[in-house]
């Protein structure tokens, strides 16, 4: 399912302005995968108003509503979508810590069921109070894992194996922003499970440069990265349009 153009375009400038992606400086940020990556991406406060952004003029309280709302309708409608390629989705499972407050948003959005991961505490033991996954659920249940951001496919894999210990059956992955660094082949070739994004690196970098927000000098450092990373035979597929 394909996001509107104008929405798109509205999408990745929010995200840019309200602070959710950005560049850094040499050498990089780390990621979880342990690559340096010249660029971040973290929706973690994108639920909250960040009212100083008001206050300097650089994001109103009203565009920020606007953004949460654009990020939430238009993933749970990705969501229905992506459930309709497969047998039905019982539940939405939220991977910790990341996806689970806006996918609690997207799924109430959607009409999904929704399940979380829980956070590990070492100094807890596993209790019938407390489960790896959070929520009410039957063996053999099907479910649609979330995440916010897909790199590598690691912590989605991570996901997919507490969903199956779990007794539930995975049945396809969503996430609001894939960096198109090999996770959708992993989900798609190694699980077999359908894997759609709100957005791709590749379609906000593009919407970034036509609103000036970005130069060709961050399109040429995104290139340089992703030759590096091809180079270490990893397949990505962005695509710069400096």
Known sequence: MHIPEEDHER???GLW?????????????????????PYYYND???LS?????DAEGVMSTVDQEKLRDLVI???????????????????????????????AA???????????????????ETS????????????????????????TGGEVTKGIKLAVKAGLQPVAVFAQFDRQEGGRGKIEDEYGLPFDSLTTLSSVTKYLLDNRRIGNSHVERLARYHEQLQ?????TDFVAEA
């Open 11 to 13: 999408l990745a400038v």
């Open 49 to 53: 108003i960040n009212y100083r952004l």
């Open 73 to 103: 309708g238009r993933s749970a409608a990705k969501v229905l979508s992506l459930s309709q390629t497969v047998p039905g989705s019982d539940h939405m499972l939220g991977k910790a810590q990341a996806e689970t407050g806006i996918g």
């Open 106 to 124: 997207i799924a109430m959005r959607s009409g999904l069921s929704f399940l979380w991961e829980r956070v590990t505490e070492p100094d807890k």
């Open 128 to 151: 019938t109070i407390h489960q790896p996954i959070e929520g009410d659920f039957e063996p053999g249940e099907t479910v649609l894992l979330a995440e916010n951001c897909v790199t």
């Open 44 to 46: 973690r406060h994108i």
């Open 17 to 37: 302005d309200r602070g959710i992606i950005g560049f850094v400086d040499e050498p990089g940020v780390t990621l979880n995968s342990g690559r340096l990556s």
């Open 231 to 235: 180079a270490q035979g990893i397949e």
